[in-house]
Structure formats: structure tokens, C-alpha cells
């Protein structure tokens, strides 16, 4: 019964590349973020969005940008992929008023060659 | 904003000792503290967590105790197996109306057997 699902599990991309990565929760979540996860820094918050068509930056948006059209759907983009950009990325929803926590999906472990 | 500090970042026990995980906060506001287990290679998920009208929480072996004034909140492991193996994260967030979470750096817990 997976609730968060994230397009790819793995992904590889050379530098320079623009890159999309998906989020889709069947939740009906209001709030849905973009984590990064390094080893030793934890999770550090990218972006975040409270309603469609709404976003506000993270802790670490720099070479980042977002995309909420839809309340189910929130999508990354890396503009022009470098390699520090290379991480696990972790997408997030929960509801507006955070009851019942985070919940996560499994993650995208993008390289950038 | 939130700064959020979790110790240790490593953790070995022998199979049924305790394990103590440690967190402090920043942000006197705060008052939702959650906490998330990442098995190896997957999503983290909420195992407990703790609002700021209570000082202590259980859940079979593991409980959550809060200390407001001190502004720490600590995770406690008993009779530890080694299917507790995993990394932790504690977070923190104001709960006024939207809630993020702002994140440890993750404790990895080695549960010997």
C-alpha cells in the first residue's frame, strides 16, 4: 500500500543535464517537501509546498527549483545538474497541520557524472 | 529559525541492553517532536512522537521523554534486538497550523546479537 512514490529509485545524469524528479501521493496531503539526505547532515529541506501552485525554499533551494500543479504531485528540478548534487532525495507529505507525521517515499538516489 | 542536535551519530549495543538517543532544540516554540526510523535502504518512518503538554510517552519498548525547559527530548530503546538496527532521526516544528519539521543528523543504531 504505497502512499509516496517517487519515479525513480535510481538515476543517473552527466553535468549539465536538467533534471525531473517525481513525487505522487494518494493521501490527499496538503504539505508535500523535497529532502536531500548525506551522510553525517541528515535531512536537509530543499522546498516545500502548502497548496497547488504554491512553493517556498527550504533550507538548501539553491540550484533547485519546484513544481506543484496538482495537490498530488510534486516535482524537482535540477536546472543544470552538477556533481555536488549528486545525493539521496527524499520526498515528503503530510497534512496541513502535520497530524500523523511525515510520510515518506522510498527515495532517489541520483548521481551525477 | 529551529536548530535541531542529535547524539551520538553512532550507537553499538549488545543485543538486549538499552539504547539512549539524545536531541536538542533550539526554538523554545517548538512543541511537536517527532521521531523516524530508516531501515538500510529504506524510507524513514515514524515510530513515536510527543507534543509539548506531555512529558513522557510509551510505546512497548520504545518511549519518548521531553524536557521543556532543558529543551531536549531523548529516545529510549529496552531489550534491544538486532531488528532495531537502523539509523534514527529526530525532528522538531512549531505547530502553528503548518507544521516542518526540522531534522537531526541521524544517530546509527548497531544492535549486536
Known amino acids: 500500500d504505497v502512499k509516496v512514490t517517487q519515479s525513480s529509485r535510481y538515476l543517473v545524469k552527466r553535468t549539465g543535464e536538467k533534471v525531473f524528479l517525481e513525487c505522487v501521493q494518494d493521501?490527499?496531503?496538503?504539505?508535500m517537501f523535497w529532502y536531500r539526505q548525506d551522510p553525517g547532515l541528515g535531512l536537509r529541506l530543499i522546498y516545500f509546498?502548502?497548496?497547488?501552485?504554491?512553493?517556498e525554499k527550504g533550507d538548501i533551494p539553491e540550484g533547485y527549483s519546484v513544481s506543484r500543479e496538482k495537490k498530488e504531485r510534486f516535482s524537482l528540478i535540477l536546472e543544470s545538474a552538477s556533481t555536488n548534487q549528486t545525493s539521496m532525495y527524499l520526498c515528503?507529505?503530510?497534512?496541513?497541520?502535520?497530524?500523523?507525521?511525515?510520510?515518506f517515499g522510498s527515495g532517489t538516489r541520483l548521481t551525477v557524472v | 529559525g529551529e536548530n535541531v542536535e542529535q547524539h551520538p551519530s553512532t550507537l553499538s549495543v549488545q543485543e538486549g541492553d538499552s539504547a539512549v538517543i539524545k536531541c536538542t532544540y533550539s526554538?523554545?516554540?517548538?512543541?511537536?517532536f517527532p521521531w523516524y526510523k530508516q531501515e538500510l535502504g529504506k524510507r524513514p518512518q515514524l515510530i513515536i512522537d510527543?507534543?509539548?503538554?506531555?512529558g513522557e510517552k510509551k510505546d512497548q519498548r520504545i518511549a519518548v521523554t521531553l524536557n521543556k525547559t532543558a529543551k531536549h527530548f531523548s529516545l529510549h530503546i529496552t531489550e534491544t534486538q538486532p531488528e532495531d538496527s537502523a539509523v534514527y532521526f529526530c525532528?522538531?516544528?512549531?505547530?502553528?497550523?503548518?507544521?516542518?519539521?526540522?531534522f537531526g543528523t541521524g544517530t546509527r543504531l548497531l544492535v549486536s546479537p
Open positions: 510527543i507534543r509539548s503538554n506531555v
Open positions: 509546498s502548502y497548496d497547488v501552485k504554491m512553493k
Open positions: 525532528a522538531a516544528s512549531k505547530n502553528t497550523g503548518f507544521q516542518k519539521l526540522v
Open positions: 515528503a507529505s503530510s497534512f496541513w497541520t502535520g497530524d500523523y507525521g511525515y510520510t
Open positions: 526554538d523554545s516554540a517548538s512543541n511537536y
Open positions: 493521501m490527499d496531503h496538503e504539505n
